[in-house]
């Protein structure tokens, strides 16, 4: 069987340049996604690459979407979660719907996808690595975040929980954390170059990241060459959740 990586979530900018970069490492890659035009417009014509649609949020939908990967011929040996959302909005302004929705997107998604790999790599008795996105807002207290946090947390544990238990079986779990990013899901903050400097400001190292230095941190945390490395949060995020800088 053919070595692949299934990374959910494949039209979001992060999860366009991972495929890309588990492409140029040799993987075969599942680029899975709920908008098949636009999955078929951006990956459908690379090789090695096999557009999927799948419901990330639906159980059966997700444990089909890997099965028809596997009846193909791959061994489903990485695993990337890149399905997310964004809500700023203190708590007292969260609606119910908007409370659900976040931890549907964010969390439950997590753990359908994360449950059905760490299966799959026990049923076919090899290892495996998957890596899901957080956000550097669970690390400390951000304003307005109460709803976004509190998924991301919870994935954070579950990655660590997962890690844990499979160990011992060579599946390895591991999360990214970034910062702002420039791509489409985060454009509200970045709508005029006043708030884009402003948002850069925020950060100590300063400046916001690519998606693609996202990706960088999730291929090597897929690759063999993280081999040692599980139940960890790699943050991408320029210093914001870890260090304060001194000021001037």
């Known amino acids: 069987m053919t070595r ?32 098949m035009d636009s999955l078929q417009s951006s990956l459908g014509n690379h090789a090695g690459v096999h557009v ?4 990330a949020t639906n159980s059966e939908s997700v444990n089909a979407a890997f099965a028809k990967a596997e009846d193909l011929g791959l061994s489903i040996e990485g695993y990337a ?17 908007q409370w659900d929705e976040v931890m549907s997107v964010n969390l439950t998604s997590a753990m359908y996808g994360l449950r059905r790999f760490v299966q799959g790599c026990k049923a076919k008795q090899h290892g495996g690595s998957a890596v899901l996105v957080s956000t550097c807002a669970t690390g400390l207290g951000v304003p307005n975040h109460e709803a976004i946090a509190a998924a991301k947390g919870g994935l954070e544990g579950l990655a660590k929980s997962t890690a844990a238990t499979s160990a011992s079986e060579g599946i390895r779990v591991n999360v990214v954390a970034p910062g702002l990013t420039d791509s489409p899901i985060a ?62």
């Open 4 to 35: 692949a990586v299934f990374v959910m979530g494949a039209t979001s900018a992060i999860a366009q340049e991972l495929v890309i970069l588990m492409r140029e490492r040799g993987y075969e890659v599942v680029a899975a996604g709920r908008d």
């Open 52 to 55: 999927m649609e799948v419901q």
């Open 81 to 97: 979660h890149c399905v997310g959302s964004i809500l700023v909005a203190p708590l007292g302004r969260t609606t119910d719907a």
């Open 187 to 248: 454009s509200a903050f970045l709508k005029s170059d006043v708030m884009r400097a402003a948002s850069a400001k925020q950060y100590p190292l300063q400046g916001i990241n690519t998606p693609k230095e996202v990706a960088e941190a999730m291929a090597w945390l897929l690759s063999d060459e993280s081999s040692r490395v599980t139940g960890t949060t790699l943050n991408v995020d320029g210093g914001f959740r870890n260090i304060r800088p001194l000021v001037k």
